[in-house]
RNA sequence: UGGGCUGGCCGGGCGACCGCGUUCCCCUCACGGGGGGACCGAGGAAGGUCCGGGCUCCACAGGGCAGGGUGAUGGUUAACAGCCAUCCGGGGCAACCCGCGGGACAGUGCCACAGAAAACAGACCGCCUCUCCCCACGGGGAGCGGCAAGGGUGAAACGGUGGUGCAAGAGACCACCAGUGCGCCGGGCGACCGGCGCAGCUAGGUAAACCCCACCCGGAGCAAGAUCGAGCAGUGUGUGACCGAGGGCGGCCCGCCCGAGCGCACGGGUAGAUCGCUCGAGGGGGCCGGCAACGGCUCCCCUAGAUGGAUGGUCGCCCCGCCUCACGGCGGACAGAACCCGGCCUACAGGCCAGCCCAUUCG
RNA sequence: GGGGGUGUGGCGCAGCUGGUAGCGCGUCUCGUUCGCAUCGAGAAGGCCAGGGGUUCGAGUCCCCUCACCUCCA
């Protein structure tokens, strides 16, 4: 688990970083990031909807996922601006290696943080 | 050796590094926190939510009706629609498997098509005595009656087969068989089974149709419930205050109790924290009772408690399967706790153990 | 944690108290037209989600399972 003041949480603050945030889409993820906020914590989000699989393989993904993204907490928090990062998989996610999903993951961020 | 039936069990192991959650300990601190260490950390189905119980609340006198559930017998249990044993019916050569398996003389309903007739007896074709008429002497027709053997329909046609009998026939009578009711004897706790005798000769099916009978069932669910904290704003309208609204009460009624607010529309606010939360009908070993399910005694063990939700990643050795001469490569099921427990059902790579049956060969 | 519902030709739906499964659109063939659309005539297409049971007989009644949708807290 993440710490707790990085943990995105209630359900507006999802739908809000979805829509008005920049995005950035791979084979097996798609990255929303909003920085439109005054200074505050980085906090991050997992979206992983039932169409990837049953819950084994949802649990699996979101375990990865989050693992992952803290790997890029540091850079993120040198970013000005508040950043906001919700991380959506698709159901490609669901067969994907660890390796593929750290490639995808780092792809999408470096486009979406320029 | 081949085929099959039943029951039980496991469901990868060891280790290294980087990370995560609860609890405990230590250090630091600007009291928001930060750092380090130790222990423990998903399942046989944790799943589906089909049943049952514990627990919590509803300030729970009670009674009746309605509603729902169960449905062979005996046992087991906290309880069950589960389980065990047995009985009956059906299937299989057998081991064994399957069955919502009470009542159709309490009443009502339904049985399409076909068929004369579908539930209470009757008679379409038909068989037969007698009377009359016609006659081409083979027979034909009409009528009063008797009969239900034969015909065909159907899932099902009022016992079956053979005989006696008769004008023709018929349980009208006889023998055997099937089946019903009653009585007696024997076995079993019982469902029921076996035997003997008598009666009457014969009764359709359907209650997973309404229903009747016996037994059982109060409602809601851990987002239950308890404590602390934060925050807001009312307005309109209807109805009521001993002629009593509304509530306990969940479908209704009686009855008892509380009782001054309550319903509807629009608008406004909150959705934080702690407890409940894991020691329990708990697990394992041994002995005893019981055919068994299960129960008793005794010893040992403590084994997840998250709250956007903790188990992930990388690698080595071993194990198993597939490919390959080999080196080596690839793969290892179904599936993730959310108050707890007992069952049922469903999903599942592969493997292990035990007992039994049939066929065949040899002795 | 509770409750409700759906599953029937390729698609959207009927099928009430059990008795030979229908409708519209679509598909195919023929006709009409110079040709197409429209229109007219005809045809094919269904083990009623799966399994088991009750019944003489089940899409319908009962039980179990699967998938999906939906409501409340």
């Known amino acids: 688990m993440l710490p707790a003041h990085h943990r995105l949480v209630d359900s507006d603050a999802f739908r809000v970083t979805v829509r008005s945030g920049h995005r950035s889409g791979a084979q097996t993820l798609v990255?929303?990031?909003?920085?439109?906020?005054?200074?505050?914590?980085?906090?991050?989000?997992?979206?992983?909807?039932?169409?990837?699989?049953n819950a084994v393989v949802r649990n699996r993904v979101k375990r990865r996922l989050r693992h992952l993204t803290r790997e890029h907490l540091p850079s993120l928090q040198g970013l000005s601006g508040s950043a906001v990062?919700?991380?959506?998989?698709?159901?490609?996610?669901?067969?994907?290696?660890?390796?593929?999903?750290?490639?995808?993951?780092?792809?999408?961020?470096?486009?979406v943080m320029s």
């Open 85 to 111: 990062l919700v991380v959506r998989a698709l159901p490609a996610s669901a067969t994907a290696s660890y390796a593929e999903l750290g490639a995808d993951l780092d792809r999408c961020l470096s486009r």
């Open 31 to 53: 990255v929303h990031l909003d920085r439109s906020e005054p200074d505050a914590p980085v906090r991050a989000g997992f979206v992983v909807s039932k169409a990837v699989g």
